[in-house]
């Protein structure tokens, strides 16, 4: 009998397995020696496992430093990682990149950032930056295809192809990150890392931005990681909804349920600081103390000091993420049905 062939759309299109990557943020090796000081690791990302389904968006969301660039930037095989491994499709992605298939599963992955005036060369034409994922993986014939394949791109994201000739200043914050949309569509990928994109906008520039985000989604298939520090946000756009802590995921859940019955007393103290629609006037309670310092991480679970459930064994223990009814958590208070 024949083996049936594996249906190629059961497998996630992205899954991410005990990844970490730790920074070697020591002092110089002479000031080391003579300060005796001991060799300094940070660990930006330890232990991160989920997976993607194809057109789907998974969020990561906690506050600034809690290493959800870094786990971006790992995904798209900008970093290597420490330990763990990142499939894209099957493929192990940072051993696929030193292959000769690197440049096919680049073409499949792109990322966005937080501020497209930094990832636009100032120098440049529209025309050019749009242009330029197109020439290098050489998916146009000639100059005329090459033009109506930039004018495709700039009116899929809302862009008239008279903005071909201008300049990245020349534009708003907003219309800059569709100037980036653009690009990262060019090649046709299939999976879109967006680190922050709309977070240097205006309120009601967000929103327009997330919608074009969804829309192209929608009619390209496209299956989004998507990072931000705010929730609010992160409720728009995403099926799954991860939440960051120092490095680690500490609870992961489907949008619904994370918002409707957040578990994790962080998801929990993050959800409060957002303003309630039907609670107007109600006073909203700010996020409660600081990251600890990422070097100097406590000890057991890592939240403790800012958590107002934590016991003895939170200090001592660090507790793993487990499932308990359907939700991924990491937690003592909510392993033991304490909360
Ligand atoms: N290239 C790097 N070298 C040293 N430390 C880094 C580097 N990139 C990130 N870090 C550190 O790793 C931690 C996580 O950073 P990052 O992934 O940027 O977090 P986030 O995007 O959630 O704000 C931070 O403490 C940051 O200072
Ligand atoms: S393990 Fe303890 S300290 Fe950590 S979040 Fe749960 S209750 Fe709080
Ligand atoms: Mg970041």
Redesign the pocket.
Known sequence: MIAPVTETSAVPLVAVHDLART?D?SAPWLNRVLERKPRQL?H??DGVSFEIARGQTLALV???????????RLLVGLYAPTRGQVRFDGQDVHATLATRQARALRRRMQMIFQDPYASLNPRWRVQDIVAEPLREHGLVRDRAALRERVAELLRAVGLSPHDMTKYPHQFSGGQRQRISIARALATQPQFLVC?EPTSALDVSVQAQVLNLMKDLQRQHGLTYLF?S?NLAVVRHVSDQVGV?YL?RLVELADKRTLFAQPRHPYTRMLLEAIPKLHAIGQARTPVQGEVPN?LNPPGGCAFHPRCPHADARCKAERPALQTIGGVRVACHAVQEGRI
């Not at 906690?62 to 971006?72: D, I, L, N």
């Open positions: 920074f943020v940070l930006a990302v906690g506050e600034s430093g809690c290493g959800k660039s870094t786990v971006a680190d990072i520090h960051m490095g990422p």
